[in-house]
């Protein structure tokens, strides 16, 4: 429960499209394909949104938590 609180926690502070991404991705366990067909737009840009996320989420992390790994 701690790490999930901390997963929502984090992606709290995204955009809501790249938020909306994650969550589909991550909670939903939904593939490329699922996602873009829900999103309507291409798997590619679901590919690349979803790398701009994930690179979102990790400079987030690094602010909030300096980088040290909490476990």
Do not use: C, W
Request: charged share 25%.
């Amino acid at each position: 429960h701690e790490q999930s609180a901390m997963m929502d926690g984090l992606l709290n502070h995204l955009r809501p499209a790249y938020r909306e991404l994650m969550v589909l991705r991550i909670e939903g366990e939904l593939s490329y394909a699922e996602i873009a067909a829900i999103i309507g737009k291409s798997e590619s840009a679901v590919r690349t949104h979803l790398f701009r996320a994930r690179k979102a989420l990790a400079k987030v992390y690094v602010e909030l938590y300096g980088g040290k790994n909490e476990q």
